[in-house]
């Protein structure tokens, strides 16, 4: 299932601009998370209590439960992936790349629930097959007494070698008259009037949402109430202070009704927060994501500012590291907006690119003992993409030399190897025709 930028069809939309109720103040972006978040967000999102595999399949699950006919429940597994995880091959005039994914349920002393699917990945051209943000969604439901389990999913490539898998513990509850969900956090919901209506539902596996520019969505089902009810929510930071509070108002006498709860994060400071709904012992909480963007963990301006520093011409992110705090969000907007190829996706596609190019830059060229996205051929990748040819002088040896060429931008990049321990740093003269290669193009994505 590929990620669209599909409208909402909701029973109820609450923005923070209608009637969201605001309670105190928040806390300004602090600079404490590190950049490896980016680039290893497997135990982050394990925190926040998703499903999280690393290499080589890197991927991020959830499981969302509902209610059932028969007093059983409906577990709906989500996955997000990249593109680049899986093996393209050329088919057609496109590229596909196939994938499975099987999924277990055990509860102690009973048979195991589980369930295998095969997919496929189409897309048109190669440049696709290198996102490495969100592009892929997978999802598949299963039907569950209540209960503890110990889910497992496991996810392999047809073409490539060893599998990823994740697990982790979940509770199905039983839901009783006058119960909810927990908040199931979305990218598109459409409520339903019975049990046995299909569940419309796309899960935002991550959980999250961008700073000052997108939308989350969180979905909550009620079953059975018996007369008109108002039931709480809020949202929370990670500090615990309340952000907003309303109700959820039900009107009795269904067996399921539905509500979305639709959030823009205007005023929720970066990183971690949850949405509750409930109070006392029936409190229900889901923990959600404020990040630069939604495909990415970056939840720290300066370090942001950083990871930008190859993305494009310096004006405006020279304004925005001189900004006093309270400017920051505005011009992190205008920002957004400036660079964003495609308004019509909730996504800047410019700067997922970038990002996907950093994340590649560090995986590719981490042999000089830093961050491979700071080395020379890390930049050169980032600011230009792949090259069209390349020439290793004399492998395995001192004073070794890799030639670059690129032919639509007419140059050749020189990296110099002189100590043998696979160090390359760009030539004078390449570091010159780098840059004025860089500057003609202007900013990735235009």
């Known amino acids: 299932m590929r990620r669209l930028a599909l409208p909402l069809a909701a029973v109820v939309a609450l923005a923070a601009c209608g009637n969201w109720k605001r309670v105190g103040s928040t806390d300004q972006p602090k600079p404490v998370e590190s950049l490896t978040q980016i680039f290893n967000s497997q135990a982050y999102y394990q925190r926040l209590g998703r499903l999280a595999a690393g290499d080589p399949l890197p991927f991020v699950g959830t ?34 790349a196939h994938y499975r994914v099987d999924v277990s349920f055990q509860r102690t002393g009973q048979p195991a629930i589980a369930g295998g699917q095969d997919e496929v990945v189409r897309v048109a051209t190669f440049a696709e097959t290198q996102r490495a943000d969100e592009s892929v969604l997978f999802q598949k439901a299963f039907r569950l007494l209540p209960g503890t389990y110990h889910v497992v999913v496991t996810l392999r490539d047809a073409n ?8 982790a513990d979940f509770d199905a509850p039983r839901f009783t008259p006058g119960s909810t969900t927990r908040p199931i956090l979305a990218y598109q919901a459409t409520g339903r009037g019975e049990l046995s209506d299909p569940l419309r539902i796309v899960l935002n596996p991550r959980g999250a949402v961008a700073y000052r520019t997108d939308t989350l969505l969180a979905y909550v089902e009620g079953y059975r109430f018996a007369r008109p009810t108002k039931v709480p929510f809020e949202v ?8 907003y509070r309303d109700s959820l108002e039900f009107h009795g006498d269904r067996p399921v009704e539905s509500q979305v709860i639709r959030m823009r994060p205007d ?10 709904v409930g109070q006392g012992a029936e409190r229900k909480s889901t923990s959600a994501l404020v990040s630069f963007s939604s495909a990415w963990v970056v939840t720290n301006f300066d370090e942001m500012l950083s990871l930008l520093r190859y993305f494009g011409p310096d004006a405006k992110l020279n304004e925005l590291r001189k900004a006093a705090p309270s400017e920051r969000g505005r011009l992190w907007k205008e920002f957004w907006a400036e660079t964003d190829p495609d308004p019509s996706t909730p ?5 997922n690119q970038y990002l996907g190019r950093v994340t590649l830059a560090n995986a590719r060229y981490k042999e000089e003992g830093i961050p491979g996205w700071r080395t020379d051929r890390g930049e050169a990748f980032i600011r230009l993409g792949d090259p069209d040819e390349t020439y290793d002088t004399s492998p395995g040896t001192a004073n ?6 690129y032919v639509n931008y007419r140059i050749e990049l020189y990296f110099t190897d002189e100590t043998g321990f696979g160090r390359f740093r760009l030539t004078p003269a390449s570091r010159a025709a780098l840059e004025e290669a860089a500057a003609r193009i202007g900013r990735l994505g235009k």
Do not use: C, M, Y
């Open 160 to 167: 490539g070698t060893a599998p990823s898998h994740a697990e």
């Open 267 to 276: 005023s929720i400071s970066l990183g971690e927060f949850k949405v509750e």
């Open 236 to 243: 929370r930071t990670q500090e615990d202070s309340v952000v």
């Open 400 to 405: 070794r030399v890799l030639v670059w060429t």
């Open 63 to 96: 499981v969302a439960f509902t209610a059932a006919p028969a007093d059983t429940d409906l577990a709906t597994v989500g996955l997000s992936l990249a593109n680049h995880s899986l093996s393209f091959q050329k088919e057609g005039q496109g590229f596909a």
């Open 347 to 351: 996504e800047n596609e410019a700067i």
